[in-house]
């Protein structure tokens, strides 16, 4: 059921059929602006002069649909001749109808086209008001309840770097991450005053040492028989003076 501008004709009777056609196709259209999403041209056809242009709507889903029936003009008169005698070089010849654009209005604005003809194809722009705002909608559902706040990583930035930090939701928990900048290398510090070290500081070091490798020769036991050849004798007694003066 689609709306027909043409009807009812002139001087007719008032059909009633007709008629509740005509009002339910205007609501149809009128239903369908908030949802159309583009406009399509079925069909252009060529009316005999004197003919009255038509154009019948209708809307399929969410498009609109023209269809137009346009009248030629009157045949002109016979053209002059070219230069040379002959007849004119025959016109480009008609191609398509396109559509460049649908324009949406606002609401209340009345709807408007626009026709050109760039001699191959006859074009079309078309201002098709929206519907006026809906209510508002009533309460969404409650969301999904919150669990915890995790921090997903730290990340170190470069000095100078501004601060940052990506929040996620994974339907649970709230997820961070955070890149923080270092701060710039400090200046080098001076050299500190020389250290002194005390005799008594000194000496304590030295005794400890002492002390420390004092047993390195106690293990080793003394020769305490006598040799009997003279030359023995001798050795054992200066391997004992060693040991000895070795010990602590």
């Given at each position: 059921?689609?709306?027909?501008?043409?009807?009812?004709?002139?001087?007719?009777?008032?059909?009633?059929?007709?008629?509740?056609?005509?009002?339910h196709?205007?609501?149809?259209?009128?239903?369908?602006i908030?949802?159309?999403?583009?406009?399509?041209?079925d069909?252009?056809?060529?009316?005999d002069?004197?003919?009255?242009?038509s154009?019948?709507?209708?809307?399929?889903g969410?498009?609109?649909?023209?269809?137009?029936?346009?009248?030629?003009?009157?045949?002109?008169s016979q053209?002059?001749?070219?230069?040379?005698g002959?007849d004119?070089?025959?016109?480009?010849?008609f191609?398509?109808?396109l559509?460049?654009?649908?324009?949406?209005?606002?609401?209340?604005?009345?709807?408007?086209?626009?026709?050109?003809f760039d001699?191959?194809n006859?074009?079309?722009?078309?201002?098709?008001?929206?519907?006026?705002?809906?209510?508002?909608?009533?309460?969404?559902s409650?969301?999904?309840?919150?669990?915890?706040?995790?921090?997903?990583?730290?990340?170190?930035?470069d000095?100078?770097?501004?601060?940052?930090?990506?929040?996620?939701f994974?339907?649970t928990?709230?997820?961070?991450?955070?890149?923080?900048?270092?701060?710039?290398?400090?200046?080098?510090?001076?050299?500190?005053?020389?250290?002194?070290?005390?005799?008594?500081?000194?000496?304590d070091?030295v005794a400890?040492?002492?002390?420390?490798t004092s047993?390195?020769?106690?293990?080793?036991?003394?020769?305490?028989?006598?040799?009997?050849?003279?030359?023995?004798?001798?050795?054992r007694?200066?391997?004992?003076t060693l040991?000895?003066?070795?010990?602590?």
């Amino acid at each position: 059921m689609s709306f027909d501008p043409n009807l009812p004709q002139e001087n007719t009777l008032i059909d009633a059929a007709q008629m509740r056609s005509q009002l339910h196709g205007l609501k149809a259209l009128i239903d369908a602006i908030l949802t159309l999403t583009a406009a399509q041209v079925d069909g252009v056809s060529t009316l005999d002069p004197g003919n009255p242009a038509s154009v019948s709507v209708s809307v399929i889903g969410n498009t609109l649909h023209f269809t137009f029936a346009i009248p030629r003009g009157n045949d002109g008169s016979q053209g002059l001749p070219g230069n040379n005698g002959n007849d004119g070089a025959q016109g480009p010849p008609f191609a398509q109808a396109l559509i460049d654009a649908v324009n949406t209005l606002n609401p209340g604005e009345p709807a408007t086209v626009s026709v050109t003809f760039d001699g191959s194809n006859v074009r079309f722009t078309f201002g098709i008001p929206r519907g006026n705002d809906g209510n508002d909608g009533g309460p969404g559902s409650q969301g999904p309840p919150f669990a915890n706040a995790l921090v997903d990583g730290v990340n170190t930035l470069d000095p100078g770097q501004p601060a940052s930090v990506t929040v996620s939701f994974d339907g649970t928990n709230v997820h961070f991450t955070f890149g923080i900048p270092r701060g710039a290398d400090g200046a080098n510090g001076s050299d500190g005053a020389p250290g002194e070290v005390s005799n008594q500081q000194l000496n304590d070091a030295v005794a400890n040492a002492i002390v420390s490798t004092s047993a390195n020769t106690n293990a080793v036991a003394t020769l305490d028989t006598p040799m009997a050849d003279p030359d023995s004798e001798t050795l054992r007694q200066a391997f004992n003076t060693l040991v000895l003066a070795a010990r602590r």
